[in-house]
């Protein structure tokens, strides 16, 4: 039984003087993972846009007026030759995002499944994001050999409500926990930068962590302010905040891997490898993340040589 995680110690721990909080994140870190190494994940928007939720962050929601071409699912071949690409990019693991509240059967779940199983075939990791699921609906999915589903709860419960009305967290923990159950990895994290406080986020981080078992990886985005989003214009987070972040996450959740997720293209070189060395070991790596501008790869992989730093070697069974 791994301990349960309270509020209290987790803001103890946030407020520690960084170099302290860093110590103490690289020390679990260390007892964990390579430090040198990084995850690189590379992202896809399968079906963008025209989404019924209503999330004040995202410029995918139809409730909201960001300047974007919505786009039907692609078709299999074109998702299946994106992977390859980012394959021979370096990146090992490919995540399929769809901008819909919950995966509806039929010939759209069939074609991502035959997206899922073309992934694994290439020797990558496949994760997916699709909304809410039924067991049915995971079931398949992890026969098609899905390695991991993404779904974050994106903020604390108390927070959750000022950012999403279309849905509630004990939804978001459900489809979590179904995903869990049909023997999935777990992917979950949230947003930083949306006007919540270091409560929230630190209520979000408990809630991740006293999962059973916890999530396999963590992302940490940084709000994206989006024109024609509800949180258009809110000011960046401070990147020691970021860092902060990543720190605690890792002390809470020793064995995940910490993804430094969105808002990297507003981090100088510097504060990602803070973000490094508070524990993150995992990037989205490539020039778009779903909709929004990432660094461009070659700038990440210049990051990761100068630090003298490794992209992970891929260790997939075939
Ligand atoms: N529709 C599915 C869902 O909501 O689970 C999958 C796609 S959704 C875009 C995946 C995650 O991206 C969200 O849960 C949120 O955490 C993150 N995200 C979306 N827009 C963002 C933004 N503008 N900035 C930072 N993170 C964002
Ligand atoms: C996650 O936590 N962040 C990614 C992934 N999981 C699906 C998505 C970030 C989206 C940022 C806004 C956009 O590009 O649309
Ligand atoms: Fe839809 Fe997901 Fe965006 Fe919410 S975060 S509006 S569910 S695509």
Known sequence: MSKTWTIAEAKKIHQLPI???LFRAQ????EH???DAVQLCTLLSIK????SEDCAYCPQSGHHNADLEPERLLPVEEVLSKARLARERGATRFCMGAAWRDARDGHQFDAVLEMVKGVRELGMEACCTLGMLTDEQAAKLKEAGLTAYNHNIDSS???YGEIIQTRTFKERLDTIQRVSDAGIQVCAGGIIGMGETDGDRMGMLVTLANLTPQPESVPINALVAVPGTPLEGREPVDPLEL??????????????RVRLSAGREGLTREAQLLCFMAGANS???GEKLLTTPNPDADADMALLRDAGMKALI?????
Do not use: D, N, Q
Not at 27 to 30: A, G, M
């Open 243 to 256: 860092v902060r972040m990543c720190a605690v996450a890792r002390i809470l959740l020793p064995k995940a």
């Open 33 to 35: 993972h390579e430090p």
């Open 27 to 30: 020390t679990i870190h260390r």
């Open 19 to 21: 170099t302290e909080l």
């Open 283 to 285: 990037i989205f790596y």
């Open 157 to 159: 419960k108390e927070f």
């Open 48 to 51: 963008t846009g025209a989404c």
């Open 314 to 318: 891929p260790t997939i069974e075939a």
